[in-house]
């Protein structure tokens, strides 16, 4: 085993901590990437668990475009942790989030894991500087929050805590833009970090107009599906704005109508979660769904969101277009 820390382009094990929805995700998601996955999860039938979902997504990876390399053969799992941590070149943990149990446990993979070794977090609000409190060797850790599935969707965030190395990040988040995301490297944490926030802002008035009776859930998610979403899936919110500026752009924009960020457009302050709102909410989604389940309703996302970035992906490379 190494004691230097391979370069991104080297690195040819992932070690996968826990197999739930989103470690799952991540195994399948390294798996596509052509990577040797190496997973550890003590719960009782995690391994044909995972094995039986990446069968059944094999396909879905397929139609997204395997790696050279790529084989469902690739994924192993360990018989201890102490041995996970030791046969890997950089590991993905994806336990539940309860901060405890993560201080104990980065301090436990900080004790048995090779110093150059970069221990990564999927936690999606919880802070590294917290959770790398007990470590003995804290610069190597950092947080990779994905967005669900990692292995569909190409976004993650990077960033670390207050005892984390510069280059500890700036090396996590250059393997994982190598390795098929679109990486924000933050400059500092936030909770929440940024699209779980930005997420969040939407949702709370989406909350309060159920609860004012203003709109339904129904009409709710069609303003998104088929109006701003549609430009979000190819350019940003700040881009989106600028182009209401027209050939002036953001600054025009700003100009133009920064006067209305005074305008009561938004209520940020989440609503009180009463028994109503929550059953309206509840009422709404089903009759906004009619009744499909839950299972049908991913199968269309997962179908849609293959076709958008094949659409995407194509217009791009034909117009040399490297983002």
């Not at 993650?156 to 679109?182: H, I, M, P």
């Not at 899936?233 to 752009?249: D, F, S, V, W, Y």
Request: net charge negative.
């Amino acid at each position: 085993m190494t004691t230097q820390r391979p370069t991104p382009e080297d690195v040819t094990t992932v070690g996968i901590l826990g197999t739930g929805v989103i470690g799952g995700a991540w195994a399948l998601h390294f798996l596509r990437m052509g990577k040797d996955v190496l997973v550890w999860d003590s719960a009782p039938g995690a391994e044909p668990r995972l094995r039986d979902k990446v069968a059944d997504k094999w396909p879905v990876l397929e139609q997204l475009g395997l790696r050279e390399g790529a084989s469902p053969e690739r994924l192993r799992f360990a018989d201890s942790l102490e041995g996970f941590c030791q046969s890997v070149d950089i590991i993905q943990e994806s336990t539940p989030e309860d901060l405890a149990q993560k201080q104990a446990l980065f301090a436990e993979l900080d004790a048995l894991t090779p110093e150059h070794v970069v221990i990564s977090s999927s936690t999606s609000g919880l802070l590294m500087t917290d959770i790398q409190r007990d470590c003995k060797n804290p610069g190597r850790t950092v947080v990779c929050h994905p967005f669900n599935p990692p292995y569909m969707i190409p976004f993650c965030e990077v960033v670390g805590g207050e005892r984390s190395d510069d280059a500890a990040v700036d090396w996590a988040a250059t393997f994982f833009q190598l390795n098929g995301k679109q990486v924000a490297r933050m400059q500092r944490e936030l909770p929440g970090f940024i699209g779980n926030r930005l997420q969040d802002a939407i949702w709370r008035e989406a909350l309060h107009m159920v609860d004012k009776g203003e709109c339904s859930v129904a009409d709710i998610d069609k303003a998104i599906a088929y109006g701003p979403g549609l430009r979000w899936a190819i350019m940003g919110p700040c881009a989106n704005m600028a182009l209401c500026g027209g050939e002036g752009g953001m600054r025009r924009m700003l100009d133009h109508f920064g006067p209305s960020l005074k305008e009561p457009w938004t209520r940020l302050v989440a609503p009180e979660l009463t028994d109503k709102l929550y059953n309206d909410m509840v009422e709404g989604f089903d009759a906004a769904t009619g009744g499909r389940s839950m299972a049908e309703l991913a199968q269309e996302l997962d179908d849609c969101l293959i076709r958008i970035q094949r659409v995407l992906g194509e217009y791009r490379r034909e117009q040399g277009i490297d983002r």
